[in-house]
């Protein structure tokens, strides 16, 4: 069973525009989020975190958390070419043990 | 900038052949991991450390092995290779409650 899940598995969006995806946990556990971006043919790397409820902002950046519903959000505004990615939302517990969703794969068309 | 080191970076070898996949680290971080990335499945846990000797097993472990030699040093082990093992695999570090850190994959093809 997934203890990750992501949606929407895919996501298009015009360069300008707001893309918007989520997660959700099906661990209780779990107590850190993590964010991450893969660009085609590149490893993962740690785009943002998010451990306490409520929103984190780094400049086109916002990700929300509701620890109660063990579901975050990711915001990107002003959405670029650049962007374009396959995000990958992680969740782990004390104990260090990482679980990645599946993916979401935004394109943005410019 | 954490550093994992994957070799090699592609292989191909033939059904029922022996591969190791070599991973280090220098992030002096205690955690490792492998996984395996696959179209429509994601990442996908195989095996992790939490130090030198120490393995636990991840969610899809059926055909691999992995050994942790050193705090650096992680391999994993396909004995008996087989097509469903096709894929890209990724060795990872990290430490209690940061990021994870990727190598930059090997690309493992079982014709």
Known sequence: QQKVQQSPESLIVPEGGMASLNCTSSDRNVDYFWWYRQH???SPKMLMS???NGEKEEGRFTVHLNKASLHTSLHIRDSQPSDSALYLCAANTGYQNFYFGKGTSLTVIP | EAAVTQSPRNKVTVTGGNVTLSCRQTNSHNYMY????DTGHGLRLIHYSYGAGNLQIGDVPDGYKATRTTQEDFFLLLELASPSQTSLYFCASSDRVTEVFFGKGTRL???
């Open chain 1, 50 to 52: 998010i451990f306490s």
């Open chain 2, 34 to 37: 492998w996984y395996r990335q």
């Open chain 1, 40 to 42: 085609s043919g590149k």
């Open chain 2, 109 to 111: 093809t079982v014709v």
